[in-house]
């Protein structure tokens, strides 16, 4: 069974500052999505990352995927309060033509002033 | 609209009744996917739909969920029997499928069960 674990749950970072969210699943995949989630609202698509070593950037936001290791990082640089926001990094289930996602807990992220 | 949309928005409903909840996906997706989202989690897989057809229905719960897609378009979710556990944010999303094709969810439908 395909599982999805994301570290931290919870990131207060100061505005300015850099930090990594880290995304880890158990079994083979090659497509990796990261998410964005305002209170209330729905899923934003941040990024999708289609094959080992991807790195894809959009602002101060850049993800990569390493599939060997089965591990994606999303790196934030130098936040700003505008990204207080959760974060989820979702995988593409491997096999057969479902491709439903199976999405981490989350990380709730704070930028604080 | 461009967009994924769903309604209604909000509903409310008490133990025991019946409810459907709609999404329209993006015009020419022809994959649909239907997740629930309890809070403080992320998005659980219900069903996925590829054309008409339900392709794989796994994530339902048990059997008073159900949901179709009877033109290859609109889908309609409905839960029977509702019961305060059934609270939840409904989500839709659709894609244009194959390896590219990242899915784009909806404004979802809170469900409460009173």
């Known amino acids: 069974e395909l599982k999805v674990e994301q570290n931290p749950l919870f990131l207060s970072m100061q505005e300015g500052k850099n930090y990594t969210i880290y995304c880890n699943y158990s079994?083979?995949?090659?497509?990796l999505y990261w998410y964005r989630q305002d209170p209330g609202k729905s899923l934003e698509s941040l990024f999708v990352?289609?094959?080992?070593?991807a790195v894809k950037q959009e602002g101060r936001l850049m993800a990569s995927l390493d599939t060997k290791a089965r591990l994606s990082t999303l790196h934030i640089t130098a936040a700003v309060h505008d990204l207080s926001a959760t974060y989820f990094c979702?995988?593409?289930?491997?096999?057969?033509?479902?491709?439903?996602?199976?999405f981490g807990t989350g990380t709730l992220l704070a930028v604080q002033p | 609209g461009a967009g994924v949309s769903q309604t209604p928005s909000n509903k409310v409903t008490e133990k025991g009744k019946y409810v459907e909840l709609r999404c329209d996906p993006i015009?020419?997706?022809?994959?649909l996917y239907w997740y629930r989202q309890s809070l403080g989690q992320g998005p659980e897989f219900l069903i996925y739909?590829?054309?008409?057809?339900?392709?794989?229905d796994s994530g339902l719960p048990n059997d008073r969920f159900f949901a179709v897609r009877p033109e290859g378009s609109v889908s309609t979710l409905k839960i029977q029997r509702t019961e305060r556990g059934d609270s939840a944010v409904y989500l839709c999303?659709?894609?244009?499928?194959?390896?590219?094709?990242?899915?784009?969810f909806g404004p979802g439908t809170r469900l409460t069960v009173l």
């Open positions: 999303a659709s894609s244009l499928g194959g390896a590219a094709g990242g899915q784009y």
């Open positions: 079994t083979t995949s090659d497509r």
């Open positions: 990352l289609l094959s080992n070593g």
């Open positions: 979702a995988v593409e289930g491997y096999g057969g033509a479902t491709n439903k996602l199976i």
């Open positions: 015009s020419g997706h022809t994959a």
């Open positions: 739909f590829q054309g008409t057809g339900a392709a794989d």
